[in-house]
């Protein structure tokens, strides 16, 4: 910090010295113009030079301090990547404001003496190099004051060393920016569970395996869904398609000996799917964030051709002896016909418990039991494949998420959460390298028994990789 004050000192020295020439330049033009008057040599005229005046002048030389102003202002700001790093607070203190805002009065600065605005200080923290603290930033209204020199001229030595020891006065500690995500060109990650390509303009594309509204990761709803997406800002916005997975995930798949992955029971369906999550400015920073989410699925009618081709076994034909189709024979096949949740997710300010959150909501989702032929046709014949829908399973979830994340100067460390909503599911992670996460789901029935399309229980893990170039 010693150093950037000693380049910042130079640079407005070298700045200060180019600005006192330009000025000195500019007024002895003024007058050298004013002094010279017509000249002729012979008999041809000379062309007289164009007057400026001392008014000119000086509204040449404001300018040039208005531009030299904006400058210095730059290099004293902060980088908002680094923010978190910094202690930032909100003096609350009467008189302490109050003398705050006399001495901007007397800086110059246009400010209501019974200003009722927020006062907010930043602070450089010590660093094993130096125990010394600076204040960078005091900002009030829309007036903003930059870099320890300049604070320490304005408010004086005494209500500096005050503001600065942070004791003998009221103020409340405020939550500091994360650290920025800035995407050089692109950003990408990737598990099992999907991944995201984002663009340095926040568009991309995105990929999602599994429903975790309902509980059903990875390959439960026999989809997977590929979307537009939009992350700009506090806004996430997403909008595409799931497709049915076909053959994959319809048996166990073995990993290893003694590791294998379950299948999945419902057979999917396309669909046409939505997702938006926006923040919501209703509350203050120090009080906490919320969060607004919305999630949408809509399936259109399959036929026999989008299933897999085990859907044209006799187990699943219509009228088959032993079955009872009008109330979904017990071999019928299964898909997520509709789902959709919305919630509000509350952040707790850092001063109660910083990286906890909840989330509360509700919505429901459909499950379609189908059977291949339609009577009265003999189900043996093989041309009979027009597909019987009977009676949707509609199913009303409330939504409940408590959930925590834990976060460092060098961002996210690790997250756990418990999810109700059809299931129970929990998700945790944890950054084994700032590109390598390992993260894990598990999702079980409680309360009731497993549907004929579920398992009891279900785990998922896998890495998820995190590239940004």
Partial sequence: ????????????????????????????????????????????????????????SLRIARAENEALT????????????????????????????????????????????????????????????????????????????YGEPNIRRVLGQDLYEKINGRTGYEYTLISTEPVQQKIQFVYMDASLFGGDIIFK????????????????????????GTYGLMRRGTTDFRLGLEWPLGQSGIAPFVVSQGLQIREHKLVGAMAFAAEVKQELGLINEQSGKLHFG????????????????????????????????????????????FSTH???????????????????????????????????????????????FWDRKNYFDPFLKLGYVHSSESGDEYGVSVQYSNELLT???VKLFPWLQIEMKYATVIGRDPEKWEWKDYVMVSPKLTLNF
Wanted: proline fraction near 6%; charge should be neutral; glycine fraction near 10%.
């Fill in 1 to 56: 910090m010693h150093n950037d004050r000693m380049i910042i000192r130079r640079t407005m020295k070298t700045l200060l010295g180019i600005f006192t020439i330009v000025l000195g330049i500019s007024v002895s033009t003024a007058f050298a113009q004013q002094g010279g008057g017509q000249q002729q040599t012979g008999n041809i005229q000379q062309p007289q030079p164009t007057a400026t005046n001392v008014t000119d």
């Fill in 201 to 224: 303009s926040g568009f991309g594309f995105g990929m999602n395996v599994g429903n975790d509204y309902i509980g059903y990761p990875f390959w439960l709803p026999g989809t997977i």
């Fill in 342 to 388: 919305a919630y509000v997710s509350y952040r707790l300010p850092d001063q109660t418990m910083k990286g906890a959150y909840v989330q509360v909501g509700g919505g429901m989702h459909s499950i379609q039991p189908v059977t291949v032929g339609v009577a009265p046709f003999p189900a043996n014949q093989p041309r009979n494949t027009d597909l019987a």
């Fill in 294 to 337: 919305l999630q949408f699925l809509d399936a259109f009618t399959p036929s026999i051709t989008s299933f897999p081709a085990f859907a044209n076994d006799d187990r699943f034909k219509t009228g088959t002896t032993g079955k009872s189709a009008t109330t979904g024979a017990p071999d019928s096949l299964f898909y997520l016909a």
């Fill in 70 to 145: 904006r400058i210095l202002s730059s290099i004293e700001s902060i980088d908002t990547a680094r923010q978190n790093e910094l202690i930032q607070w909100i003096i609350t203190d009467r008189a302490v404001r109050s003398r705050v805002i006399s001495a901007l009065r007397k800086g110059g600065y246009r400010i209501s003496p019974n200003s009722v605005a927020e006062l907010t200080v930043t602070q450089k923290p010590p660093t094993p190099a130096s125990e010394d603290m600076a204040l960078l930033r005091v900002v009030i209204e829309q007036i903003g004051i």
């Fill in 427 to 429: 998700d945790a992670w």
